[in-house]
């Protein structure tokens, strides 16, 4: 399959992988436990918390779309995460986007509290190659960065960190594989929260990682046995299923929220619009803040939801959702701003949701 395209791939995922009974439909593996032969024998499998058949199946496929060598499949984006730089050496140094989920900045500012980690933020690519240095241990970048939606030109950054001796780590939530792979760009490690744009249905909860480096691979798999924060068999499943369609689901998410943009960029009750121009994630300031409430409330189509990446539209407010744990006067030193709205916008018709957006601003 590696030699298929993209598409194919997402599509074929589970195919064949049950040679015994020729299901077309990767089976759910619910044993926690798996018989050996005899004495001595193993099938590969021996008990679930290390190795379960439906998430082997899906971690192939990441692996395969992310042009990587291999995947691990967590319990939550954030269980990702922690698994990961709980891998680190204590006292490493990090360089980091300044503007990064807020999830991500609530765990890391705990680890510095307690000494275990030391970082540098930075608000721009330009800050972030300089800040690089011999005593840099990791880089971590979201690109697009969120919400403000700043992109970061990774093979840049991975060629001035690997000069340094600095592994490279990108979060590549917000445009999945379809519109980057991190790997082939020359960063080590790829993360996902597959809660969002990978799964896409807003009914599973998964984190991945994604590494070509074996000596990676080998301490995550090993700690993720040790500690636990699988995937159950039933959400690899579901996860595998709504992977099928990510393509379809980007193009139109896309689609949708190039024209969402750009009705938003000549509104006069919007200030400011953040967009790529690539998949389905907008940020937009409105002239008057105190009129938010009014705006959220006012919305029948968008949903008032934390999260993002599902088939249904959500608008969210960063201030006091995603991105409350930042303290506000940190916040305001980036940009992220007590006037922004954050929207993730899915497959529903476009005239739908711009109509909606239209009516929630003026009324």
């Known amino acids: 399959m590696t030699d298929y395209q993209l598409d194919t791939i997402l599509a074929h995922t589970g195919i064949r992988e049950d040679e015994k009974t020729g299901a077309l439909i990767s089976p759910i593996h619910l044993s926690t436990t798996y018989q050996h032969p005899e004495f001595g ?5 021996d ?3 290390t190795k379960n058949p439906t998430r082997q199946t899906l971690e192939k496929t990441l692996a395969q779309i992310e042009k990587a060598d291999y995947a691990l499949v967590t319990s939550s984006g954030m269980a990702a995460l922690v698994l990961l730089f709980n891998s680190f050496p204590e006292q490493s140094r990090i360089v980091a986007a300044r503007d990064l989920y807020g999830g991500s900045f609530r765990w ?8 275990r980690y030391f ?7 330009e800050d972030m190659l300089a800040a690089i240095s011999d005593e840099t241990d990791y880089v971590f970048i979201e690109t697009p960065t969120n919400p403000l939606m700043v992109e970061f030109d990774i093979a840049t950054v991975s060629e001035k960190a690997h000069a340094h001796g600095a592994i490279v780590i990108v979060d590549n939530t917000f445009y999945s594989p379809i519109y980057q792979n991190p790997i082939a760009l020359g960063a080590d ?23 070509s480096n074996q000596a990676i691979y080998d301490k995550l798999f090993y700690d993720q046995n040790t500690t636990g924060p699988t995937l159950s068999p039933l959400d690899a499943y579901l996860f595998m299923r ?8 980007m193009e139109r998410s896309t689609r949708n929220a190039q024209a969402i943009a750009a009705f938003l960029q000549e509104h006069p009750e919007v200030k400011e619009v953040y967009y790529t121009g690539k998949g389905g994630m907008i940020s937009f300031k409105v002239q008057d803040e105190t009129r938010i409430p009014q705006i959220i409330n006012s919305l029948q189509v968008f949903t008032f939801a934390e999260s993002l990446g599902g088939v249904e539209s959500l608008i969210t407010y960063p201030a006091t959702q995603t991105h409350a744990d930042i303290p506000a006067e940190v916040r305001y030193s980036y940009g992220l701003t007590d006037d922004l709205l954050r ?12 109509a909606d957006l239209k009516t929630a601003l003026e009324a």
Not at 41 to 45: A, E, I, N
Not at 119 to 125: I, S
Not at 343 to 354: A, R, T
């Open 189 to 211: 490690i790829v993360l996902h929260s597959a809660t969002k744009y990978l799964s896409g249905h807003n009914d599973v909860l998964a984190g991945v990682l994604v590494t």
């Open 242 to 249: 709504g992977l099928k369609t990510l393509s379809l689901r």
């Open 41 to 45: 024998q193993s099938t590969g499998f």
């Open 108 to 115: 890391f500012h705990e680890q510095e509290k307690k000494g």
């Open 119 to 125: 970082f540098t933020y930075t608000n721009t690519e």
């Open 343 to 354: 929207i993730s916008i899915g497959i529903e018709d476009v005239s739908d949701l711009v």
């Open 47 to 49: 008990y679930t918390r």
